[in-house]
Structure formats: C-alpha cells, structure tokens
C-alpha cells in the first residue's frame, strides 16, 4: 500500500520560514519525480514546484514561489523536502505531496499525471 505522508505544517508570522516534510512508503522512491502542490480555500489545486528522480534532480517550480521555496529529496530517506523561506499570507493553503511514476519536467504542473497523493498539511501565515 502506498502512502505519502506530509508533515512540518504548522502557523507562522509573514516573513518566516517552514520546512515540510513527505515520507513514502510502499513504492520504489526513486523512480517517481516529486511535486508539491497547495490548495487555498475557495481555489483550485496550484503546482509549487517539482524535482525529478535524482537526489540531485532538476527542479521546477512556480513563479510565485521562485527564489523562496527549495525542493529537494532523499532517496536513501525516502522523503521529498520543501524549504520555505520569506513566507507571504497568501501562501496559506493546505499543501500536498504527490509521485509521479517515471515523470518527465514538461508534465511536472499538472495535477492528473500524479499518482499517488497525500493527505495534505496545512500551513498558515499571519500577516
């Protein structure tokens, strides 16, 4: 059974910083590319940013995060980082980790080539 399982969420004051965390287990890590993904009330599911296989992937990420959020992952670990930094009110949401088995970058912002999804954890910032 394959599970993803997103922590590190939590309340924060504008300007702070986060660091989520998404375990996997029961799949084979490192052939999945890794995304992050968040969903505001009211709004649609937004792409974040995306690393392919590699530990030392590439990486993609949406233009409202750029340059404040860091992707990585640990195939020994099995887990997907995303480093937060000068977070903004707007980036509350919940946020979800998902796999995308063998993805390829022209379809990493895309929600239906995922297949597996957790949960989610919520982050909120304060103005």
């Known amino acids: 059974q394959v599970q993803l399982v997103e922590s590190g969420g939590g309340l924060v004051q504008a300007g702070g910083s986060l660091r989520l965390s998404c375990a996997a287990s029961?799949?084979?890590?490192?052939?999945?590319?890794m995304g992050w993904f968040r969903q505001a009330p009211g709004k649609e599911r937004e792409f974040v940013a995306a690393i392919s296989r590699a530990s030392d992937g590439s990486t993609y990420y949406a233009d409202s995060v750029k340059g404040r959020f860091t992707i990585s992952r640990d195939n020994a670990k099995n887990t997907v980082y995303l480093q937060m930094n000068s977070l903004k009110p707007e980036d509350t949401a919940v946020y979800y980790c998902?796999?995308?088995?063998?993805?390829?970058?022209?379809?990493?912002?895309?929600?239906?080539?995922?297949?597996?999804w957790g949960q989610g954890t919520q982050v909120t910032v304060s103005s």
């Open positions: 998902a796999a995308d088995y063998l993805g390829s970058p022209g379809r990493w912002a895309a929600t239906h080539t995922y297949d597996y």
């Open positions: 029961g799949l084979a890590f490192s052939v999945y590319a």
